[in-house]
């Protein structure tokens, strides 16, 4: 049998850290894209469920990747999203992105792009019990785009 990946083998049980997230980005590059922002943010979070962070972004990694390649069903990826206990679904609507300036907007690939989708947990403003990673997906590329995680950007009702 074939063993796993080098970077499967470092990954499977791993305790994750915020701190950690640009190395956890790098051993999932080719499925996954944390910008610069998204993990200088992430880096200095206050956020008490880091674990669950990264929970989300493995399923964002895997599952919805999976999906949006047509290679799993969509109720595959409510189901995941569910066990995690996540919501996923639209961000805002661009008219609304665009009072914020450039928060739901990031450049990938030389162009600006809008961070239209979101999953996340909670309702509290407070940063260190919500969660939030906010993403798009890139066709070019076959990849989840996260511009920004772990917290809320701005909306209307902060």
């Given at each position: 049998?074939?063993?796993?990946?080098?970077?499967?083998?470092?990954?499977?049980?791993?305790?994750?850290?915020?701190?950690?997230?640009?190395?956890?980005?790098?051993?999932?590059?080719?499925?996954?894209?944390?910008?610069?922002?998204?993990?200088?943010?992430?880096?200095?979070?206050?956020?008490?469920?880091?674990?669950?962070?990264?929970?989300?972004?493995?399923?964002?990694?895997?599952?919805?990747?999976l999906v949006k390649l047509s290679e799993l069903p969509r109720e595959d990826l409510k189901a995941k999203a569910d066990q995690l206990g996540l919501f996923i679904g639209g961000s805002v609507d661009p008219a609304v992105a665009s009072q914020y300036r450039?928060?739901?907007?990031?450049?990938?690939?030389?162009?600006?792009?809008?961070?239209?989708?979101?999953?996340?947990?909670?309702?509290?403003?407070?940063?260190?019990?919500?969660?939030?990673?906010?993403?798009?997906?890139?066709?070019?590329?076959?990849?989840?785009?996260?511009?920004?995680?772990?917290?809320?950007?701005?909306?209307?009702?902060?």
């Open positions: 049998a074939a063993s796993a990946p080098v970077e499967a083998q470092e990954d499977a049980g791993r305790q994750w850290l915020l701190r950690d997230i640009a190395e956890w980005a790098d051993l999932h590059s080719d499925t996954l894209t944390i910008l610069p922002r998204a993990i200088a943010e992430a880096r200095k979070s206050p956020c008490e469920h880091q674990a669950l962070v990264f929970d989300a972004l493995d399923m964002l990694a895997h599952t919805y990747r450039d928060a739901y907007f990031v450049m990938f690939g030389g162009r600006r792009r809008w961070l239209d989708q979101h999953v996340g947990r909670g309702v509290s403003r407070d940063p260190r019990f919500c969660v939030r990673v906010y993403f798009f997906w890139d066709d070019e590329s076959r990849r989840v785009v996260v511009g920004w995680l772990p917290s809320h950007l701005p909306n209307s009702l902060t």
